[in-house]
């Protein structure tokens, strides 16, 4: 199983940091992707073309607990635990630039749910490999869901939410 993960809001809240899983090789054949993200209508949000998706959301009140950059380490953590319940995670692309301290604590964390998960990150992921693009397209529909959306209306994709217990990651936040 390959994941592609990629964020919303580049560390202004709310960041939700979404995954997608696919077993099909094609999806991280690098390919060139439009800029232009596609629209998506929420009707479609359920089923994102057979991708199956997750989703982290962090507020305000992580900030006060987590450094900014932990969030990347707690969701790549939450979504390989998630994952591995569901068959082997062979690999984790995720899109951008990560400091190289947090490399190695995600490598660590990594290694500990199973040592042979592979972690590739990159500038551009999300316009180069289709699974990261998809992870993209809902990472920013979601922003736009939860900053836009009615209250009321919040509760939607709880299906799909994963919230971190941060216990399991407090050695690797240091």
């Known amino acids: ?4 993960v990629d ?5 202004r809240f709310p ?3 979404v995954s997608c899983a696919s077993t099909n090789k094609d999806y991280i054949k690098v390919k060139k992707f439009s800029k232009k993200r596609k629209k998506i209508e929420s009707k479609r949000i359920k089923t994102f073309k057979g991708f199956p998706y997750k989703y982290m959301i962090f507020t305000e009140n992580f900030g006060f607990i987590l ?3 932990n969030y990347k380490t707690i969701a790549i953590g939450e979504f390989s635990r998630f994952y ?3 068959g082997i995670v062979e690999s984790i692309f995720m899109d951008g630039n990560i400091p190289e301290h947090q490399v190695e604590k995600i490598f660590e964390m990594l290694y500990e749910i199973d040592k042979r998960i592979e972690f590739c990150f990159g500038k551009d992921l999300d316009k180069k490999l289709k699974i990261v693009n998809e992870a993209d ?4 529909f979601l922003y736009r869901y939860y900053r ?8 939607k994709y709880l299906d ?5 217990d941060l216990r399991k990651y407090e050695k690797f936040l240091i």
């Open 67 to 69: 450094n900014r950059e």
């Open 1 to 4: 199983m390959f994941i592609g």
């Open 15 to 17: 960041e939700i940091i």
């Open 160 to 164: 799909y939410l994963l919230i971190p």
């Open 7 to 11: 964020e919303s809001n580049h560390g």
């Open 148 to 155: 836009d959306s009615p209250e009321k209306n919040k509760a």
């Open 84 to 86: 591995s319940k569901e």
């Open 137 to 140: 397209n809902r990472a920013n």
